[in-house]
């Protein structure tokens, strides 16, 4: 069974920065490409950031490029979201979700910004 | 960016009648590979979301035959023929041709 748990979320203060990680089990995770998606309090999904398979191709949406970067270890079965010069914007529940299809998603890390 | 545009964004149903949400797209989401990445996702209340159907009319392992999916080009439908009480949640479209990924603002779907 396919398994994606994601972990890290935490309040932080606007500007601060936070680690996000996701553990994968269930599949072979270095033959998968990533994704993280976050969804604001009371709001739809937004697309964050995708991984290739081996990590050689990044991409990010406009509204956190330069301030967040995605990366994989596939030795440890996790895909990680580093975000900095964090903004009350990015509060949301992000998810970690496999598959250019996006066709398994975790539960969920919520992070709050707010001083 | 691709502008994915649903209607209705609420849709308030009778149980057993059907029911349909549009995708408009603001560019062609049919890739240089010939396929057309256009996919469903539902999410039910409280949970995360999950995919229904994928590259426009595939539905996913567990989906209910109910749920249908159509549409090239720019234009694509989600269909639930006969509405059930565990269908209630937000719908929502997404393309995977463009970067960045872009989704549809969600599509609300209450028992009447």
């Known amino acids: 069974e396919v398994q994606l748990v994601e972990s890290g979320g935490d309040l932080v203060q606007p500007g601060g920065s936070l680690r996000l990680s996701c553990a994968a089990s269930g599949f072979t995770f270095s033959s998968y490409a990533m994704y993280w998606v976050r969804q604001a309090p009371g709001k739809g999904l937004e697309y964050v950031s995708a991984i290739s398979s081996n990590g050689g191709f990044t991409n990010y949406a406009n509204s956190v490029k330069g301030r967040f970067t995605i990366s994989r270890d596939n030795s440890k079965n996790t895909l990680y979201l580093q975000m900095g010069s964090l903004k009350t914007e990015d509060m949301a529940v992000y998810y970690c979700?496999?598959?250019?299809?996006?066709?398994?998603w975790g539960q969920g890390t919520p992070v709050t910004v707010s001083s | 960016d691709v502008v994915m545009t649903q209607s209705p964004l609420s849709l308030p149903v009778t149980l057993g009648q059907p029911a349909s949400i549009s995708c408009r797209s603001s560019q062609s989401l049919v890739y240089s590979d010939g396929i057309t990445y256009m996919h469903w996702f539902q999410q039910r209340p409280g949970q995360s979301p999950r995919r229904l159907i994928y590259?426009?009319?595939n539905r996913d392992s567990g989906v209910p035959d109910r749920f249908s999916g159509s549409g090239s080009g720019t234009d694509f439908t989600l269909k639930i023929s006969r509405v059930e009480a565990e269908d209630v949640g937000v719908y929502y479209c997404?393309?995977?041709?463009?970067?960045?990924?872009?989704f549809g603002q969600g599509t609300k779907l209450e028992i009447k």
């Open positions: 997404m393309q995977g041709t463009h970067w960045p990924r872009t």
């Open positions: 590259k426009v009319s």
């Open positions: 979700v496999r598959d250019w299809q996006l066709d398994n």
